[in-house]
């Protein structure tokens, strides 16, 4: 299995980039122009990749009031209906085709999650190179062999999931020829709590399953990403808006372009400095290793007077001797005359008799 997955051209996993995706979720609000801008934003952001939700209210429910339909539970829709929801919520089929142009045409990969069979047809006509399976689906075995058979890589977010229910999803989707699939932490709530999100488990999703991990992220704000980056997360996936002022179905927990730029910004920046395990001096750092502490004359030595802790000390700059060797010279006799200033060496040294 690959430790990376290939996305048109880009790698995506360890080593790589951090691949960077906004999520446009239903925050166009049933306007195409809006759509576009935000795809046009997006970019402006540094953005790596737009991501939509391919499906239709009657592809994801039915239209039916009773209680088994109605959301509650103290989230942002209490009260509605899942198929009004959803209806509110999804991206017009007809939009995603040249949403997905104008993307590719401002350098932006553009992909979706599908919710049926249906869904991961449209997509496949669509050619996108990636497919991504939403938290709430990874229980759906069904689905995920079918997005599996395309032979595109996969991006799993695994909210609510058990260490078993991934394991079923990524073993289902290897046994139906998914070679490149990504995980990521999920915490489905919207918003998330900071202390819900334990990003921790990302390291660990990352061995346990032998594959690129990331983080599809509902907090608000941008620390848990920066953070998730510093644990390894290769994804990082974020809702995007305009402007929370705005009512949607997701806007609340969303990044405005700022935003979003600062956090792309701010994991560039993390990336440049999580480096590679080093000790030693960098070049940048050469200059500055004068300023070190270095053993020096501080008062005029005869020679043949000894060497005490009057005269000798561990001052800056780095000149003289390291100060390893203080203990070492101290006791020892001056070999000439030393005026004070003097960066101490051993050959200014000779043995006490």
């Avoid at 994801?60 to 899942?82: K, M, P, Q, S, V």
């Avoid at 689905?143 to 058990?162: D, F, H, N, Q, Y």
């Avoid at 929370?244 to 910004?265: H, Q, T």
């Amino acid at each position: 299995m690959n430790n990376y997955l290939q996305i048109g051209s880009r790698k995506v996993g360890p080593g790589y980039p951090t691949y960077i995706i906004a999520e446009l979720s239903g925050n166009h609000n049933q306007n195409y122009d809006e759509a576009v801008r935000l795809v046009h934003a997006a970019k402006d952001t540094g953005a790596d990749a737009i991501k939509l939700q391919t499906y239709t209210a009657d592809t994801l429910t039915i239209a039916c009031e009773n209680e088994y339909f109605r959301i509650g539970g103290g989230t942002l829709w209490d009260g509605r209906t899942l198929h009004d929801l959803y209806g509110e919520a999804y991206t017009p089929w007809e939009w995603q085709p040249k949403l997905k142009k104008l993307a590719n045409d401002l350098g932006m990969d553009l992909f979706s999650t599908p919710f049926d069979a249906t869904a991961v047809d449209f997509l496949e006509a669509m050619d996108v190179n990636v497919h991504k399976i939403a938290s709430f689906e990874v229980v759906d075995i069904p689905l995920i062999e079918r997005v599996a058979k395309t032979g595109k890589p996969m991006i799993m977010s695994t909210g609510m999931s058990t260490l078993s229910d991934i394991e079923d999803a990524v073993n289902a989707a290897r046994r139906a020829g998914a070679t490149q699939i990504a995980l990521l932490k999920c915490t489905s709530a919207y918003p998330a709590d900071p202390e819900t999100m334990n990003l921790r488990t990302i390291p660990h999703l990352a061995q346990a399953f032998n594959c690129p991990t990331g983080l599809s992220d509902h907090t608000m704000g941008v620390s848990a990403p920066i953070a998730a980056v510093t644990l390894g997360a290769c994804i990082i996936e974020k809702h995007f808006t305009i402007s929370r002022a705005v009512p949607g179905p997701d806007s609340a927990f969303s990044l405005e372009p700022s935003e979003f730029k600062l956090m792309v910004e701010s994991i560039r920046m993390v990336e440049k400095s999580l480096g590679s395990v080093h000790y030693g001096i960098t070049e940048k750092e050469t200059a500055s290793r004068v300023f070190r502490r270095s053993l020096f004359v501080v008062k005029d030595t005869k020679e043949g007077e000894l060497l005490t802790e009057h005269n000798v000390r561990s001052i800056r700059p780095g000149y003289g001797m390291a100060p390893k060797y203080y203990d070492t010279v101290i006791g020892m006799r001056a070999a000439r005359d030393l005026v004070r200033g003097t960066p101490l060496q051993m050959t200014d040294c000779k043995p006490a008799k």
